[in-house]
């Protein structure tokens, strides 16, 4: 078993809010915010109306100190397959799994996504709020 990984020597991980993730007004996810009350670090789990399964990850889901959480909308798809929680850094590439599960490269510019099919948004600018896709 690999290291736990641990935002900071005193981590105080607690519920911070929500994103409630819609189409047509009708919730179909959301996407809850946890915080290091110590270092203010935060961390992001997607959740899926209708889904079950338990994730492959323990504990809180690592980021790194330059990327962001944000969630990737595809304008080709449908239903819950049109968003996906990701990590965004400033700029660069991004490999993203399509739901076909192909791998794609998604242009990163100021922690957004630059491409004619996909756009995204900064989850720490929605906190306890609906946004509709």
């Known amino acids: 078993m690999g290291e736990i990984y641990k935002c900071c020597n005193n981590p105080q991980i607690t519920y911070l809010a929500a994103v409630n993730i819609n189409i047509s007004e009708k919730t179909i996810g959301s996407v809850d915010v946890w915080r290091c009350a110590f270092c203010k670090k935060s961390f992001c789990e997607e959740k899926q109306l209708g889904i079950e399964s338990i994730t492959d990850i323990v504990g809180m889901p690592r980021i790194e100190d330059d990327e962001k959480w944000a969630v990737i909308v595809s304008k080709t798809q449908k239903g819950k397959d049109k968003w996906k929680l990701s990590k965004l850094k400033k700029s660069g590439i ?13 242009k990163m510019d100021d922690y957004k996504i630059v491409d004619d099919f996909h756009s995204s948004f900064l989850v720490e600018d929605y906190l306890n709020t609906s946004v509709e896709i």
């Open 94 to 106: 991004i490999k993203f799994e399509t739901v076909d599960e192909k791998i794609i490269d998604l």
